[in-house]
Antibody, heavy 121, light 107 residues
Framework: QVQLQESGPGLVKPSQTLSLTCTVS??????????WNWIRQAPGKGLEWIAY???????YYNPSLKSRLNISIDTSKKQFSLNLSSVTAADTAVYFC?????????????WGQGTMVTVSS | DIQMTQSPSSLSASVGDRVIITCRAS??????LSWYQQKPGKAPKLLIYAASTLHSGVPSRFSGSGSGTDFSLTISSLQPEDFATYYC?????????FGQGTKVDFK
């Protein structure tokens, strides 16, 4: 059974960098059928897709966040990570990691439970 | 970016009701449309992908239809566990985008 688990600080100060890691279990992170995503949800709001990364390091970032974003993957640890710099209160959200499985119409078929990140001094 | 617009934004229904939620894309997305269910404090769950294919383990009372720009999610007979927020999402192009959500609550 595939499981994703987010980890990282729950509180980040304004202007600092938000760093999160997603650990994959029960699946190969290196499969060409999958790619790995970050999605966030501000309190009481809808879902916003942030970025994805393939096992080989190829990435695509949401243009609205691209200038502040960096995501990476460590296949040996079965982890992928998100770094979002220069955060403001608008970055306060629950951050989810999620898998896309290509044969399922590129849908997000497995999600982590989410981790709440608050940006505040 | 492709805009996804759901309607209604919220609806009130009773157990046993037939519920239909629609989703419109700002341009054609073929059948690259998925539906998710989200309950408070939980991650979204995939219900339907490729516009009309039921994901494994999802009850058959859920169904999806449409292609191009217009899509719908139907719950044939609403059950107590179906009260939640539903989102559509396109995977036709980057950036991936979601509808704003439809909250289904008790009448």
């Amino acid at each position: 059974q595939v499981q994703l688990q987010e980890s990282g600080p729950g509180l980040v100060k304004p202007s600092q960098t938000l760093s999160l890691t997603c650990t994959v279990s029960g699946d190969s992170i290196s499969s060409g059928d999958h790619y790995w995503n970050w999605i966030r949800q501000a309190p009481g709001k809808g879902l916003e897709w942030i970025a994805y990364i393939f096992y080989n390091g190829n990435t695509y970032y949401n243009p609205s966040l691209k200038s502040r974003l960096n995501i990476s993957i460590d296949t040996s640890k079965k982890q992928f990570s998100l770094n979002l710099s220069s955060v403001t209160a608008a970055d306060t959200a629950v951050y989810f990691c999620a898998r896309v499985y290509g044969p399922l119409g590129n849908a997000f078929d497995v999600w982590g439970q989410g981790t709440m990140v608050t940006v505040s001094s | 970016d492709i805009q996804m617009t759901q309607s209604p934004s919220s609806l009130s229904a009773s157990v046993g009701d037939r519920v239909i939620i629609t989703c419109r894309a700002s341009q054609s997305i073929s059948d690259y449309l998925s539906w998710y269910q989200q309950k408070p404090g939980k991650a979204p769950k995939l219900l339907i992908y490729a516009a009309s294919t039921l994901h494994s383990g999802v009850p058959s009372r859920f169904s999806g239809s449409g292609s191009g720009t217009d899509f719908s999610l139907t719950i044939s007979s609403l059950q107590p566990e179906d009260f939640a927020t539903y989102y559509c999402q396109q995977s036709y192009s980057n950036p991936r985008t979601f509808g704003q959500g439809t909250k289904v609550d008790f009448k």
